[in-house]
């Protein structure tokens, strides 16, 4: 098992800049952020394997960053240039099995998932 405890969340003006991080209780291979707004399925958001490789979804690339502190067992998101449509309630997930790159951001591969943070950014 895996306990995950996000951290971070809050209400900011579209272009601010807000930073995320999820505390695991172990390791895992797979770390990610995941976000789901209302009446809105569960979407990937950016990933970050032990491999290195991360994977963001088009609509925040280049405005979020994901990094890991493997010594603390700790993922964080730096979320910049927030938009409206960021607003949503983010869940850190991971997971230990293989997963291609493809499928990285699919909130089905993931076993173990946070409580989650709210998010939230006014025009």
């Known amino acids: 098992q895996v306990q995950l405890v996000e951290s971070g969340g809050g209400s900011v003006q579209a272009g601010g800049s807000l930073r995320l991080s999820c505390a695991a209780s172990?390791?895992?291979?797979?770390m990610g952020w995941f976000r789901q707004a209302p009446g809105k399925e569960r979407e990937g958001v950016a990933v970050?394997?032990?491999?290195?490789?991360?994977a963001y979804a088009d609509s925040v690339t280049g405005r979020f960053t994901v990094t890991r502190d493997n010594a603390k067992n700790i993922l964080y998101v730096q979320m910049n240039s927030l938009k409206p449509e960021d607003t949503a309630l983010y869940y850190c997930?991971?997971?230990?099995?293989?997963?291609?790159?493809?499928?990285?951001?699919?909130?089905?591969?993931?076993?173990?998932w946070g409580q989650g943070t709210q998010v939230t950014v006014s025009s």
């Open positions: 172990r390791y895992t291979y797979y």
């Open positions: 970050l394997a032990n491999d290195g490789r991360t």
């Open positions: 997930a991971a997971g230990d099995s293989y997963m291609p790159l493809q499928h990285r951001l699919q909130p089905k591969e993931y076993n173990y």
